[in-house]
């Protein structure tokens, strides 16, 4: 029987935390995670962890998995989203490796092109998941080919290359059921581009390596990261073109939501201002491809810090000053409005919530898809009053909750 069944399952983890004797520091060394971040769990700052996670978390506090998950037991499958079917092939592109090869690699610009055309599929298609599913195998096989090819000055290019492939490969592998498989494809980038020993390569892979600390809840060593990259680029991005300033910016952005996601609100908005300060010096309409940052991003960048660190009201304020539209790729316009519906939600607007998560499908169907924040808030809409629920269901089976 489940006798907590009016709580979150934050509430729920924090009753029988207790309930063991255990500290949140103690239980976060038993499950490979900080204190910090089973605190952001209890209070439902951060989304219920994977099933594997559950796993871990009732091992540690000797309680069967299915109590401590209560109704998450029946929904967290549907919550975390489904496989995409082109992650198996993903998956084998990357733990595949060519021994020495003895064919010639693929020219250097043939394989920017072919790199650059993944990233506007990232962009512009709705469907950027599968356009990218279809496109990585070959051009990760291709790219790591070249590496192990060409020697000096062009050998180092194609790490680059490498490292920027695997950054893609990254956003793919984003939401998806495979977190094994982002830790491998982040620790490579970070190799491939020192052995590159090209700035914005390591730029790009420190913002990627960042992101999965932060978003596995090590935020300690995720700000440790991001401000070590920042710190060795500092004086670079001062006197380089506006692709190094842009990462630069972008990496003090990603201090920023670091820093709100640990509830530090000073702090995350200084490093907001820092990024905002760096998009203003980036010429006019420049977008930034694999982190989007540019001028037009940083209204979406100030609902994120608000939303992170639950000020609904903020987050709805700043996204009502920022148009949407302005956002030229797909999936990150549809990101954003993702995060405003987060605002609409927490604030208990349930009509508004709906309504931005119906303009995000409309931007990119598979980032909605595969979003867990959108996925919870649309089944948490289900449940909602008579005027929202058939708009509701309607966007639950475009996104593959319910039949």
Do not use: C
Not at 39 to 67: G, N, Q, S, W, Y
Not at 267 to 274: G, H, I, Q, S, V
Request: aromatic share 6%.
């Amino acid at each position: 029987m489940d006798f907590l069944p009016e709580l979150t399952f934050g509430q729920r983890l924090k009753v029988y935390r207790e309930r063991s004797g255990k500290t949140r520091a103690v239980l976060g060394g038993l499950v490979g995670r900080s204190a910090e971040w089973v605190k952001a769990v209890e209070t439902d700052r951060i989304l219920p962890p994977r099933i594997h996670m559950l796993d871990r978390i009732a091992r540690a506090l000797k309680v069967d998995v299915a109590v401590l998950a209560g109704e998450l037991g029946n929904r967290s499958a549907v919550v975390n989203g489904p496989e995409h079917p082109a992650l198996a092939s993903v998956r084998d592109a990357v733990n595949r490796f060519t021994v020495f090869p003895d064919v010639p690699a693929e020219s250097l610009s043939s394989l920017r092109e072919r790199l650059a055309a993944a990233w506007r599929a990232r962009h512009q298609a709705s469907d950027h998941r599968t356009v990218l599913g279809a496109l990585l195998p070959a051009l990760l096989r291709d790219v790591r080919h070249a590496a192990l090819v060409y020697e000096g000055a062009q050998r180092r290019q194609a790490q680059a290359l490498l490292a920027e492939t695997l950054g893609v490969v990254q956003m793919f592998l984003a939401y998806q059921p495979a977190a094994e498989l982002i830790w491998r494809v982040a620790d490579r980038a970070m190799v491939a581009a020192q052995e590159s020993g090209d700035p914005e390569a390591i730029a790009r892979a420190g913002w990627f390596l960042g992101q999965v600390h932060r978003d596995t809840g090590d935020w300690d060593t995720a700000m440790a990261v991001t401000l070590d990259v920042l710190s060795a680029l500092e004086s670079r991005a001062a006197e380089g073109d506006a692709g190094l300033l842009a990462l630069w910016g972008a990496l003090n952005f990603e201090a920023a939501y670091t820093a709100a996601r640990a509830g530090e609100e000073g702090r995350a908005w200084r490093y907001w201002d820092r990024a905002d300060r760096v998009a203003q010096r980036l010429p006019q309409g420049f977008y930034q491809p694999q982190t989007s940052f540019s001028r037009v991003v940083m209204g979406a960048h100030a609902v994120t810090v608000a939303v992170e660190l639950q000020k609904f009201g903020e987050a709805v304020r700043q996204a009502r000053r920022h148009e949407a539209a302005t956002i030229p790729s797909r999936p990150r316009r549809a990101r954003h409005l993702i995060e405003v519906a987060r605002a609409h939600h927490g604030k208990g607007d349930k009509e508004a919530a709906v309504a931005t998560l119906r303009q995000a499908y409309e931007s990119a169907p598979e980032t909605i898809r595969f979003n867990g924040y959108a996925r919870q808030i649309t089944l948490d809409l289900l449940d909602g009053p008579r005027s929202t629920r058939d708009e509701a269901r309607d966007l639950a089976v475009k996104v593959g909750l319910v039949p």
